[in-house]
């Protein structure tokens, strides 16, 4: 009897560990101040429950981790907006689309949430969620929150993108800078070979040449490259637009009228392109990992010296932090900005310009727990008293604002600037939840700065003369969802085009009628004219 | 509720045979307990874990919404099953998953073997340390890393193995973006990263081989070759069968994190597999319906092939599984 006990007792201590394991967390307490004001009188010393919220949201700075449990954000949040914060890091693209559509199977979506694609297609992701009734109706909460509506969610047609069926699912946050990526090139490296600024296909092709053959670097190797690159999207990505655009054909669609409206492969130019694109390929002139290579291995390489051409983004570029590993590298080197090489045809496009800007909703479980009043004060919180906490951190620690009402570092502690590695944890939210690109915002940073050999760097430089070259208008690619069976169509379609521009297939008129053929037997009439009529709903094609 | 006793009717004969056994079994299980107590951990793990969730497998019969729950979400039938089957890249996804699992069984698990005879084969006792050590490190690497590992090794800018080919005149080989070489580097990366690690089990294998063979043998003037063929051989059989036939239940996995990572676009047509195109087509497009028809699919292919490789198994080697 006694041993029989001891049987009992230790079953029930192994299957209480294993069901604790497996058990769910609790769930959140519900918001109660409102229960309680319209119930009863509340007690003058009584203090409402703090609401939980959880929030998911990509990092600023992916790799410098989150902000710790003691930040004294949380601490003021909770103070100032009654609000106990929990927030998650989200990976990017597929990891956090993978980490938001098994939460969504298993309705257990956070209570705010960013919406995150692996095709950069926020909108498309939003869609499917709310389809399946787990994204709640913001609505209302826009006049909870005047400040940040003012600030963040004044723009028509991005509201419009966020409504289905009449109603406000998404809270659509200002996009990031507008066309902020643009071609470059080593002016140190056209110097040394006598080079002039290649302004066609073909010039840049011998550009290329030079920077490959003729030891740009005059380091006694042949170890670099003309161009550099990687693939980040559907077809040749976006890292390519310039070679493209020489064409005619930058981006999936050619979004010219509702005559031409279609898929650019269509476009008859689009196999001269890929040809341009494999002679480049063939000569050797480009960094041969580019189709392997994901975004940080290639900026590696140019950090590295690797090749004298290439598309990037002004602020990955010239800001202090970026440039930096180059700058020890390669002191006497400078990248400078030019203008897309015109093709045979008179094109010339830069690249295509999507206006996508991140979008955040309320998981309707969140709703139904009465949270979004909570989700409406933190966030207005974010946009007003909480703004330069968690923009830029403590004001007279990590920045100051000077007398002309700019944001400056100016006599702090180096070490605690808000523009420190260090500090990054801390402002981890800002690029999601806080920043609306105003000009104090956009001056604070990107600001000037020297380099080792005494040059002045000027981020918005760049950026300047990048916004300035011919962009597609390609914002109606939001409004169009993916095929049913987008697995297929996009792997067909994009692995096509690589095989083309690689030389693993060669462009011949009768590859090419094999190829769309093959595109239109996995429903590209029905995915093109699905697509055009969404755009001419949405008054984004006439 | 009472039960007349008819000591001729049949039922009540198999009833008071079935109490007996009964009987019979809870007896043996309390002289047991013990036993049963330690395994009872490992029960509930796996009743919770592995058929708990075997229930929610219906989801692939129904088209599953979150908001409905598994069982209120509406019976398809086959759709899923059918939608995969039909899909353009089945035959492709299945020959591919297909090649690169088989490959990896046949031309890893030799390799294991003879690691495992020549590490026990040697007397140096610290040299087989080192090299038990520096073998096994592999497999604790992610295949992130090994990603990189890879792509220094293998790039055709500035390579390793193709500074090499350039050094010697020859041109250097794309070896991740070729469709001609990738699944050799696919195959070979993971017999690189795993064979170490499979060793253990021959060798644990292999150390439970009575020495008493070994040393006849010995006495016999045996060879090492001979003593490697007639003993050694025969005495670690029943764990190779053994492993086999686990691996053909598993025949269809052909190893996500590593495709996942080493693929890119240019090589597709020799590199997806099922189920890079399961997370692709069911988790990023949010068809957790058709990613659970593909599971079932795999897992009922599995316990096919292993129920016929244990009977052939036990016809041939006359030892099977179970």
Known sequence: ?????????????????????CAQEPAAPT????????VAPVEPTAVPEPVDITLWAMATVTEAGPPPDDWIAYDRILEEVNVN??????????????KLNAAAAANNLPDFMQM?????DPRGALYNLVQLGLIAQVDDMLALMPERTQKHYNDPLALSLSTFDGHLY??????????????????????????????????????????????????????TYGLGGFLNGDGMGTRFDFIMGAYGVAGMWDFDDAASFGLNVRNEKYPEALAFFNSLVEAKVIDPDWPTLKRDDFRARWKQGLFGIMWEDFAALSNKSNYTPFDENFPDAEWVPIPA???????????????????????????????K??????????????????????????????ANGNISTEGLDPTKAYTAAEFQPFTQMRNQLVFYNSTQEIAARYPNWTTINGRTMQPLTYLTFYQSQPWVDGRGIQVILPPANAADFLRYYTEGIVQFALGQKEVSDENWAEYLAGLDSLGAVEYEASAKQALIDAGLLK | MTIDYHPNSNFNKRLVTFKIRSSKLLNIMWRQRWIYLLILPTVIYFLVFKYGPLWNAQIAFRDFKPLLGVFDSPWVGFKHFEAFVTSFYFNQLIGNTLIFSVAKLILGMPLAILCAIALHETWLKRFRTFVQTTIYLPHFLSWVIMFGVLLVVLSPGNGLVNDVIKRFGGEPIPFLTSPAHFRWVVILSDIWKETGWSTILYLAALLGISPELYEAAAVDSATPIQRIWYISLPGILPVIMLITLLRMGHILEAGFNQIFVLYSVPVYSVGDIIDTWVYRQGVLQFQFSLATAVGFFKGVIGLVLILIANKIAKRVAQQGLF
């Open chain 1, 341 to 371: 090489p015109k093709g045979p045809y008179g094109d010339a496009t830069y690249g295509v310009y999507t206006g996508r800007g991140q979008i955040f909703a309320v998981s309707q479980k969140a709703a139904d727990e009465g949270k």
């Open chain 1, 116 to 120: 995150v694609s692996a095709s950069n």
């Open chain 1, 31 to 38: 918001a109660a101040p409102e229960v309680a004001a319209t």
């Open chain 1, 1 to 21: 009897m006694k041993n029989w006990k001891y049987v009992l007792i230790a079953v029930v201590l192994v299957s209480t560990q294993l069901l604790a394991a």
């Open chain 1, 85 to 98: 914060l929990k927030y998650e890091i989200l990976p990017t693209g597929s990891d956090g689309e993978a």
């Open chain 1, 373 to 402: 009043e909570a989700i409406a004060r933190l966030l207005e919180w974010m946009a007003t008293d909480g703004y330069y906490l968690l923009g830029f951190g403590e004001e007279g620690v990590n920045f100051i604002i000077d």
């Open chain 1, 170 to 223: 998404g809270l659509p946050e200002p996009p990031p800078i507008p066309r902020r990526e643009g071609l470059l090139i080593r002016k140190d490296w056209l110097d040394k070979l006598g080079l002039a600024v290649p302004t066609t296909p073909e010039e840049l092709m011998a550009v290329a040449v030079a920077f490959t053959e003729q030891d740009p670097d005059g380091n006694g190797k042949k170890d």
